[in-house]
Nanobody, 120 residues
């Protein structure tokens, strides 16, 4: 079983920065794609950014130029550097890893989420 744990959330003023981290534990053969998602109150969960096993990245239009996703394959960790935060970025942020297991294929694992609150 694989567990993911996010950290780094908190309260920050508009214009500030936060860095989120996500660490995986358990039996891991290979991690394919990794991603950050967020869910604001009353809204559906949305994709924020993804990074492939080849380190190719994608970003939601709303965070392009402000957020940077990165991964450390040796440590099975994922990070999200968030700059120029706005109140619209307030949400619970979740990490997701697609873990490849021989004979099983790719399985999605999610963290429990970390709260990011941006005050105006």
């Amino acid at each position: 079983q694989v567990q993911l744990a996010e950290s780094g959330g908190g309260l920050v003023q508009a214009g500030g920065s936060l860095r989120l981290s996500c660490a995986a534990s358990g039996r891991i053969f290979l991690i394919n794609a990794m991603g950050w998602y967020r869910q604001a109150p009353g809204k559906q969960r949305e994709l924020v950014a993804t990074v492939s096993s080849a380190s190719s990245t994608t970003y939601a239009e709303s965070v392009k130029g402000r957020f940077t996703i990165s991964r450390d394959n040796a440590k099975n960790t994922l990070a999200l550097q968030m700059n120029s935060l706005t109140p619209e970025d307030t949400a619970v942020y979740y990490c997701k890893f697609v873990v490849i297991t021989p004979g099983v294929g790719g399985v999605d694992y999610w963290g429990k989420g970390t709260q990011v609150t941006v005050s105006s």
